[in-house]
């Protein structure tokens, strides 16, 4: 059967009857969602036909001939309130898909097909709630049975929805504590939103606790059980140095894609591998599961650590369909892309409509829900600004929960403050650096509709679930093929992660992706968009195989390049974790997953290299150096002796602007950030800038009153990045907005990523050698949590934000609602009822507390 059914679908595809049909119906859809004009004229023989060869696709066992014929369906649809049959034939694509959230109405369908949808809807129904699609039910059963697990699809498959249903077997069948790894701190808050939202009555039913932070809720537990941990690669490391040994039963990584990286100066995949190492050291039992977008290799993972690869699953089918548009407004062409197919669109709307705005503004005016992907932060904010004057003379209805918004970011952040201005017309930007107060509000309104175009950065993007009706792509460097095939993996993938959020599963049946293209910035290599998988090589594997990265590793542990700061970073990483490597695995040094690849290929004497270039370090403990690995050995020696000497005098003082100043001078020095860190620190002279600005922060400022203290104090200011300061004036909108826009970076990348890893490598030295109840206060939690204030800092440990939390910490009225353990300010119980009758209901952290308190 299965080779008849292979000869009808080659058939079937090779056929150029079908072919015309395809870009007639394509032609068709396109006029209709680039012109807005009805140009179907499809006869009904070939309408005949059409459904002809959407049923035998449907009823194909492979995989890309169900995705066809679903396709065909999404083009058709917007013209099928003619057609009775279509019903029909779209509720038999919909069962053979098992996309029974679509509800459709199968009647029609002959009695063995509505039988098998009966069949199929209870045994993929879960909890009584939710429904699998079939290549859903697929994973999920494959999952539950395997030992460990590795799983790629299209980023509109339902992959966190999946592993959220895993977890939910988890908690009612077990005490285990669950680790859920991610990429970014974005990504923690909408993952522990989901869950508090989805699971909140499981989760207070069966005891477990959701920790988002490298530190325990409760560190007075005898034995940690029950507690799910929604980390970083950064965060769980921490988790794994403090004292309190915390036994994992269940680790889920979440974009594994992470895990490669082609690029030297982002450590970031060696720092995931790293964490997962870790953990697998001090759980060998522990169960793992990777999940990863639609990469040909999902067993890629498993190998690196050494599992078996065939408990590997790769799905391509997925709920809804995509149309990709290439748009050139150079040329004044559009293309449309689907398969191995390139189609030529006929359109005259690129004459009148010039520029990239114009176009985004004619196709997304019609719909809502228009997703606009920006290279950075203020490319987002200027493309933001640029469609809130094409809107400023219209009149838009705004929404109670739009007005609310509005209000509660104005006093969040400022009156001023652009994304306030630009919701009043439907339009927002989202980036990395906005508190996650305020990005939780933006990702709400969007998925409720309340806004229509949404400029984004690829932190939204990439990773926050959050799909659109329609994307609009604009050529970057980040998602466009180059003259490097290396690094094309990882492009095409960064591209599909992207465009894959376009449909709304249960929404409509198809999103539509535009490619933005003018004279300068162009996609000369049109393959990424016709090739929607790619095969992946992990960031170790890529150096390992290469004779160039072999090279490097063998200078650097050899020692023979005199600049020590100015080497590959991935390469200098790696080679510490060979190092660090031989002393862990010291009995057997094929225990380790790195350097058994060593073995494999012959090079044992890089293994000797390794040792020797561990003896710089054999007397720092190893807890340090192997959370610190991407920190450079002859560094970590120079800290670790000086603070060796008479370390009591070593302890870091008390928390005031003078101190943090002082402390911040000894660093720069100690860890040689003039060399090695200029992409955060560019001078000694502005350390007292970010001394103030830390000041503020440990010390509970809102951020409004951060913002209007800079403000006031301010005297110049470069707008552009290479340009000479201008005299700062406060009542220039733009000049305040570039106030607000760096306080907000410097808080999340310099106080709460960059100073917070050194005050953390300083304190684990000095806990090292004075225990940790005589270490001092470690800064780093400080800056993690915006607060030095304990009863702060155990509250944002339940999930709300620093903001929310530093209201209800500082109201003594507030805090009678709390009961807290009086020496540890361990939080034991909350009237929630209470703190929500105190809190004004339009107010963020009425908002926080009702959802995660």
């Given at each position: 059967?299965?080779?008849?059914?292979?000869?009808?679908?080659?058939?079937i595809?090779?056929?150029?009857?079908?072919?015309?049909?395809?870009?007639?119906?394509?032609k068709?859809?396109?006029?209709?969602?680039?012109?807005?004009?009805?140009?179907?004229?499809?006869?009904?023989?070939?309408?005949?036909?059409?459904?002809?060869?959407?049923?035998?696709?449907?009823?194909?066992?492979?995989?890309?001939?169900?995705?066809?014929?679903?396709?065909?369906?999404?083009?058709?649809e917007?013209?099928?309130?003619?057609?009775?049959?279509?019903?029909?034939?779209?509720?038999?694509?919909?069962?053979?898909?098992?996309l029974?959230?679509?509800?459709?109405?199968?009647?029609?369908?002959p009695?063995s097909?509505?039988?098998?949808?009966?069949?199929?809807?209870?045994?993929?129904?879960?909890?009584?709630?939710y429904i699998?699609?079939?290549?859903?039910?697929?994973?999920?059963?494959?999952?539950?049975?395997?030992?460990?697990?590795?799983?790629?699809?299209?980023?509109?498959?339902?992959?966190?929805?999946?592993?959220?249903?895993?977890?939910?077997?988890?908690?009612?069948?077990?005490?285990?504590?669950?680790?859920?790894?991610?990429p970014?701190r974005?990504?923690?808050?909408?993952?522990?939103?989901?869950?508090?939202?989805?699971?909140?009555?499981?989760?207070?039913?069966?005891?477990?606790?959701?920790?988002?932070?490298?530190?325990?809720?409760s560190?007075?537990?005898?034995?940690?059980?029950?507690?799910?941990f929604?980390?970083?690669?950064?965060?769980?490391?921490?988790?794994?140095?403090?004292?309190?040994?915390?036994?994992i039963?269940?680790?889920?990584?979440?974009?594994?894609?992470?895990?490669?990286?082609?690029?030297?100066?982002?450590?970031?995949?060696?720092?995931?591998?790293?964490?997962?190492?870790?953990?697998?050291?001090?759980?060998?039992?522990?169960?793992?599961?990777?999940?990863?977008?639609?990469?040909?290799?999902?067993?890629?993972?498993?190998?690196?650590?050494?599992?078996?690869?065939?408990?590997?699953?790769?799905?391509?089918?997925?709920?809804?369909?995509?149309?990709?548009?290439?748009?050139?407004?150079?040329?004044?062409?559009?293309?449309?892309?689907?398969?191995?197919?390139?189609?030529?669109i006929?359109?005259?709307?690129?004459?009148?409509?010039?520029?990239?705005?114009?176009?985004?503004y004619?196709?997304?005016?019609?719909?809502?829900?228009?997703?606009?992907?920006?290279?950075?932060?203020?490319?987002?904010v200027?493309s933001?600004?640029?469609?809130?004057?094409?809107?400023?003379?219209e009149?838009?209805?705004?929404?109670?929960?739009?007005?609310?918004?509005?209000?509660?970011?104005?006093?969040?952040?400022?009156p001023?403050y652009?994304?306030?201005?630009?919701?009043?017309?439907?339009?927002?930007?989202?980036?990395?650096?906005?508190?996650?107060?305020?990005?939780?509000?933006?990702?709400?309104?969007?998925?409720?509709?309340?806004?229509?175009?949404?400029?984004?950065?690829?932190?939204?993007?990439?990773g926050?679930?959050?799909?659109?009706?329609?994307?609009?792509?604009?050529?970057?460097?980040?998602?466009?093929?180059?003259?490097?095939?290396?690094?094309n993996?990882?492009?095409?993938?960064?591209?599909?992660?992207?465009?894959?959020?376009?449909?709304?599963?249960?929404?409509?049946?198809?999103?539509?992706?535009?490619?933005?293209?003018?004279?300068?910035?162009?996609?000369?290599?049109?393959?990424?968009?016709?090739?929607?998988t790619?095969?992946?090589?992990?960031?170790?594997?890529?150096?390992?195989?290469?004779?160039?990265?072999?090279?490097?590793?063998?200078?650097?542990?050899?020692?023979?390049?005199?600049?020590?700061?100015?080497?590959?970073?991935?390469?200098?990483?790696?080679a510490?974790?060979?190092?660090?490597?031989?002393i862990?695995?010291?009995?057997?040094?094929?225990?380790?997953?790195?350097?058994?690849?060593?073995?494999?290929?012959?090079?044992?004497?890089?293994?000797?290299?390794?040792?020797?270039?561990?003896?710089?370090?054999?007397?720092?403990?190893?807890?340090i150096?192997?959370?610190?690995?991407?920190?450079?050995?002859?560094?970590?020696?120079?800290?670790?002796?000086?603070?060796?000497?008479?370390?009591?005098?070593?302890?870091?003082?008390?928390?005031?602007y003078?101190?943090?100043?002082?402390?911040?001078?000894?660093?720069?020095?100690?860890?040689?950030?003039?060399?090695?860190?200029?992409?955060?620190v560019?001078?000694?002279?502005?350390?007292?800038?970010?001394?103030?600005?830390?000041?503020?922060?440990?010390?509970?400022?809102?951020?409004?009153?951060?913002?209007?203290?800079?403000?006031?104090?301010?005297?110049?200011?470069?707008?552009?990045?290479?340009?000479?300061?201008?005299?700062?004036?406060?009542?220039?909108?733009?000049?305040?907005?570039?106030?607000?826009?760096?306080?907000?970076?410097?808080?999340?990348?310099?106080?709460?990523?960059?100073?917070?890893?050194?005050?953390?490598h300083?304190?684990?030295?000095?806990?090292?050698?004075?225990?940790?109840?005589?270490?001092?206060?470690?800064?780093?939690?400080?800056?993690?949590?915006?607060?030095k204030?304990?009863?702060?800092?155990?509250?944002?440990?339940?999930?709300?934000?620093?903001?929310?939390?530093n209201?209800?910490?500082?109201?003594?009225?507030?805090?009678?609602?709390?009961?807290?353990?009086?020496?540890?300010y361990?939080?034991?119980?909350?009237?929630?009822?209470?703190?929500?009758?105190?809190?004004?209901?339009?107010?963020?952290?009425?908002?926080?507390?009702?959802?995660?308190?």
């Amino acid at each position: 059967m299965k080779k008849i059914d292979s000869f009808i679908i080659e058939k079937i595809f090779n056929s150029a009857y079908f072919k015309k049909l395809y870009k007639k119906i394509i032609k068709a859809y396109s006029a209709l969602t680039i012109e807005s004009e009805n140009h179907f004229n499809i006869s009904n023989t070939e309408l005949r036909d059409i459904f002809r060869f959407i049923d035998l696709l449907a009823n194909s066992s492979n995989q890309n001939a169900r995705m066809c014929a679903y396709h065909w369906i999404s083009l058709l649809e917007p013209f099928s309130d003619k057609w009775g049959k279509f019903s029909l034939i779209s509720s038999l694509v919909y069962s053979k898909l098992g996309l029974y959230a679509l509800d459709f109405n199968d009647h029609a369908l002959p009695f063995s097909q509505r039988l098998e949808n009966e069949a199929k809807k209870s045994a993929q129904t879960f909890s009584n709630t939710y429904i699998f699609t079939d290549a859903q039910f697929d994973i999920y059963t494959d999952m539950l049975k395997s030992p460990y697990y590795s799983f790629s699809g299209p980023t509109s498959l339902g992959k966190s929805f999946i592993l959220k249903r895993y977890i939910e077997e988890i908690i009612q069948n077990s005490t285990s504590n669950i680790v859920i790894l991610v990429p970014t701190r974005a990504l923690i808050s909408q993952f522990s939103l989901e869950i508090k939202n989805e699971l909140h009555e499981l989760i207070e039913n069966f005891n477990y606790k959701i920790v988002t932070h490298g530190s325990l809720a409760s560190k007075s537990d005898a034995v940690i059980i029950k507690h799910i941990f929604i980390l970083t690669p950064e965060r769980l490391l921490n988790l794994f140095s403090q004292g309190k040994v915390v036994s994992i039963d269940y680790l889920f990584v979440d974009e594994a894609h992470k895990l490669s990286n082609n690029d030297d100066s982002d450590v970031r995949s060696l720092t995931e591998y790293n964490a997962i190492d870790s953990a697998l050291f001090n759980n060998p039992n522990m169960k793992i599961v990777f999940s990863s977008p639609n990469i040909e290799n999902p067993e890629v993972f498993l190998n690196l650590f050494g599992r078996e690869k065939i408990y590997a699953s790769r799905i391509i089918e997925s709920p809804v369909s995509q149309n990709l548009y290439l748009i050139d407004f150079h040329k004044k062409e559009i293309k449309y892309f689907s398969n191995s197919e390139c189609i030529d669109i006929e359109s005259g709307s690129l004459y009148t409509l010039n520029k990239k705005s114009d176009f985004i503004y004619n196709i997304g005016s019609r719909h809502g829900s228009n997703m606009i992907y920006c290279s950075s932060r203020a490319k987002a904010v200027d493309s933001a600004l640029e469609f809130y004057q094409i809107r400023l003379s219209e009149n838009i209805v705004l929404s109670p929960l739009l007005i609310d918004s509005i209000k509660k970011i104005s006093n969040y952040i400022h009156p001023e403050y652009y994304l306030a201005m630009f919701l009043m017309k439907r339009i927002a930007y989202h980036h990395g650096q906005l508190p996650q107060a305020i990005r939780n509000i933006v990702e709400e309104l969007f998925r409720k509709g309340d806004i229509d175009f949404i400029f984004c950065t690829p932190t939204l993007v990439e990773g926050v679930n959050m799909p659109t009706r329609n994307i609009f792509i604009n050529c970057d460097d980040k998602i466009r093929l180059i003259a490097d095939a290396k690094k094309n993996p990882n492009k095409t993938l960064a591209f599909w992660n992207l465009a894959g959020r376009a449909g709304r599963y249960c929404k409509e049946l198809s999103g539509n992706i535009f490619c933005l293209q003018d004279e300068s910035n162009r996609w000369d290599n049109t393959d990424i968009f016709l090739e929607k998988t790619a095969h992946l090589t992990t960031t170790i594997d890529a150096r390992i195989e290469s004779k160039s990265g072999l090279r490097e590793i063998e200078r650097y542990l050899s020692d023979t390049e005199t600049d020590i700061y100015k080497r590959n970073q991935a390469i200098e990483y790696l080679a510490n974790i060979m190092a660090v490597d031989t002393i862990r695995f010291k009995n057997n040094l094929k225990d380790s997953f790195v350097l058994r690849k060593f073995y494999d290929i012959h090079r044992e004497e890089l293994l000797s290299l390794a040792k020797l270039k561990a003896n710089d370090i054999l007397d720092i403990p190893i807890d340090i150096i192997n959370s610190y690995k991407s920190l450079n050995f002859k560094i970590q020696r120079k800290v670790f002796d000086y603070v060796s000497v008479s370390p009591v005098n070593k302890k870091l003082p008390s928390l005031d602007y003078a101190n943090i100043l002082s402390v911040l001078e000894l660093f720069y020095d100690l860890y040689r950030w003039g060399e090695t860190e200029t992409k955060y620190v560019k001078s000694k002279g502005q350390l007292t800038y970010f001394a103030t600005l830390m000041n503020q922060w440990t010390n509970d400022y809102s951020i409004n009153r951060i913002i209007n203290e800079n403000i006031d104090i301010k005297r110049t200011i470069v707008i552009e990045r290479g340009q000479q300061p201008i005299p700062f004036d406060k009542n220039d909108i733009n000049h305040v907005n570039k106030v607000i826009d760096d306080i907000l970076y410097n808080i999340e990348r310099i106080l709460s990523f960059f100073f917070e890893k050194y005050f953390n490598h300083y304190y684990k030295c000095l806990a090292a050698i004075l225990g940790e109840d005589n270490a001092g206060h470690n800064w780093a939690t400080f800056l993690e949590y915006g607060s030095k204030n304990p009863l702060c800092i155990s509250l944002q440990t339940l999930g709300i934000s620093r903001h929310a939390a530093n209201i209800i910490a500082s109201s003594k009225e507030l805090r009678k609602y709390l009961k807290f353990n009086e020496d540890s300010y361990e939080i034991i119980s909350v009237n929630k009822q209470g703190l929500l009758n105190s809190l004004q209901k339009d107010s963020v952290e009425y908002g926080e507390v009702k959802i995660f308190l």
